[in-house]
């Protein structure tokens, strides 16, 4: 885990130092109007874009993910609960049947 997030801050520097060294005055053509900017501004811009297209295509996983980190955190709750339950009556029957007899 920590290896991709330190990858991909390296690949974000490198990207940020790219569009750095590239400043030159470019116009830029969307949809139904253009401007000019710098090459520089608008390659941060398209960075951030795609990062941000990233993350909107993981979100969904990893809503998912943390969703069923909690139910299985209520269920072994649960589990828990029952089983400390069981302990206490079975020890509790033991002691009973120890005095018995």
Excluded at 18 to 42: C, E, H, K, R, Y
Excluded at 81 to 97: F, Y
Aim: aromatic share 8%; glycine share 6%.
């Amino acid at each position: 885990m920590i290896f991709f997030l330190l990858l991909s801050f390296v690949l974000a520097l490198l990207g940020l130092v790219f569009a750095l060294q590239n400043a030159d005055p470019v116009t830029v053509s969307f949809l139904f109007g253009s401007f000019d900017s710098s090459l520089a501004i608008v390659l941060v811009a398209a960075l951030l874009a795609g990062a941000a297209i990233a993350l909107l295509a993981v979100l969904p996983s990893l809503t998912r993910a943390s969703w069923q980190a909690g139910a299985r955190g209520k269920r072994l709750a649960k589990l828990e609960a029952q089983l400390s339950e069981t302990s206490s009556e079975s020890q509790s029957g033991e002691t009973s049947a120890g005095t018995d007899s």
